[in-house]
């Protein structure tokens, strides 16, 4: 298996501009986990998704931030509009089952300038 | 909600020596506590991890303790070597799925 994939590894944008991240779970996982890690607040857990549907999006930190998944082997992660306290890494990661090990992807590094 | 602290924030450790680190949860209902390592500039990946039902899991030189009374966990790493060197997080789960990571830990490994 591939792994989780993502989708771009870096991004640099100008403050403003919509963003989109993209991931790819295992397949079979049933479970998927958006978060944000920074230097100053770790790692963050953003929103998560079971059988493609969101549980708790408690983690999103506004309204410019939003996520769906439309099928089990695609989600998307948007802002719109960015902001320079926006750049991150984020990291999708999925997981079989609950209380099961997170399988990380390997990030996407945003710049927002 | 799930609150993770963990300690310390940074261990430098000679090659050969134990390393030891130590979190502790709030929630009473969590069963569930994974250890991850993630290495400058990658994601961070599974290396062990614990349920609630034993107090201890060994994986060759790694190993976590787990006190539900207390609500600590720590993991143990011995005759540390230099590719040890990475940083260290522990998690605990709020609610159903949804992990809490501790801040991490900075391990460095000297030769």
């Known amino acids: 298996d591939a792994g989780v994939i993502q989708s771009p590894r870096h991004e640099v944008t100008e403050m403003g501009q919509e963003v989109t991240l993209r991931c790819k779970p295992i397949?079979?996982?049933?479970?998927l986990f958006w978060y944000r890690q920074t230097m100053m607040r770790g790692l963050e857990l953003l929103i998560y998704?079971?059988?493609?549907?969101?549980?708790?999006d408690s983690g999103m930190p506004e309204d410019r931030f939003s996520a769906k998944m439309p099928n089990a082997s695609f989600s998307t992660l948007k802002i719109q509009p960015s902001e320079p306290r926006d750049s991150a890494v984020y990291f999708c990661?999925?997981?079989?089952?609950?209380?099961?090990?997170?399988?990380f992807g390997n990030g996407t590094r945003l710049t927002v300038t | 909600g799930e609150n993770v602290e963990q300690h310390p924030s940074t261990l430098s450790v000679q090659e050969g020596d134990s390393a030891v680190i130590k979190c502790t949860y709030s929630?009473?209902?969590?069963?569930?506590f994974p250890w991850y390592k993630q290495e400058l500039g990658k994601r961070p990946q599974l290396i062990i991890d614990i349920r609630s039902n034993v107090g201890e899991k060994k994986d060759q030189r790694i190993a976590v303790t787990l006190n539900k009374t207390a609500k600590h966990f720590s993991l143990h790493i011995t005759e540390t070597q230099p590719e040890d060197s990475a940083v260290y997080f522990c998690a605990a789960p709020t609610g159903f799925q949804k992990l809490v990571f501790g801040t991490g830990t900075r391990l460095l490994v000297s030769p």
């Open positions: 998704f079971n059988n493609n549907v969101p549980i708790d």
């Open positions: 397949s079979g996982h049933d479970y």
């Open positions: 990661a999925s997981s079989l089952g609950a209380h099961s090990p997170l399988h």
């Open positions: 929630d009473s209902a969590s069963n569930y």
